[in-house]
């Protein structure tokens, strides 16, 4: 089945840690993009990549990092400078195309121990 | 002004209602326009684009009106299934082909026996 799988679904990090969340699609889409989705609120655009070895800044990547080696593969890291991590992550893929929608993974739930 | 604005809700209806929800988006440069669903503590999936002539999907129709820049979702004979969160969304990439997606904070529709 073709998806977008995110791990893991929960995570807890403890003061001054990095953590690394996984996202991998074998959608063949070119596009991915991670998002940060905090209660009552709509989803914010940390980083997003539109082909291998690139990505570009969102709106709050501040405390965030990325990297894009390979297609399938979009992994998030959330630094020990993002000060408010606790939120839900989702990790979005698309055809690289402006008309066309993004499916998401499952997300991940991280919270501060 | 938010880029996409939807009326938070809680709407709460009796199943067999019919429901309509409205979304209005400040870049008149938009091109594409989606409807998400999420369901409490799950990521957002593709309900259905909306085209601007309009578009049904059994018992859901969307409506595009450019003119006064509002998105509209209506749910016919409401079903205890429906109850979730619905998410409008707004491609609001002013060039460059890149498919960035504004989502707004999405209302919310419970359905009651």
């Avoid at chain 2, 969307?62 to 969304?89: E, F, G, M, P, W």
Wanted: proline share 5%; hydrophobic share 30%; aromatic share 12%.
């Amino acid at each position: 089945d073709g998806g977008i799988t995110q791990s893991p679904k929960y995570l807890f990090r403890k003061e001054g840690q990095n953590v690394t969340l996984s996202c991998e699609q074998n959608l063949n889409h070119d596009a991915m993009y991670w998002y940060r989705q905090d209660p009552g609120q709509g989803l914010r655009l940390i980083y997003y990549s539109q082909i291998v070895n690139d990505f570009q800044k969102g709106d709050i990547a501040e405390g965030y990092s990325v990297s894009r080696e390979k297609k399938e593969s979009f992994p998030l890291t959330v630094t020990s400078a993002q000060k408010n991590p606790t939120a839900f992550y989702l990790c979005a893929s698309s055809i690289y195309s402006s008309n066309q929608p993004q499916h998401f993974g499952d997300g991940t739930r991280l919270s501060i121990l | 002004r938010k880029e996409v604005e939807q009326d938070p809700g809680p709407f709460n209806v009796p199943e067999g209602a019919t429901v309509a929800f409205n979304c209005t988006y400040s870049n008149s440069a938009s091109q594409s326009f989606f409807w998400y669903r999420q369901d409490c503590r799950k990521e957002p999936k593709l309900l259905m684009s909306v085209y601007s002539s309009g578009n049904e999907d059994g018992r859901f129709t969307a409506q595009l009106n450019r003119a006064s820049q509002y998105i509209s979702l209506l749910i016919r004979d409401s079903k205890l299934s429906d109850s979730a969160t619905y998410l409008c969304v707004v491609n609001g990439s002013p060039s460059g082909g890149y498919n960035k997606l504004i989502f707004g904070a999405g209302t919310r529709l419970a359905v009651h026996p």
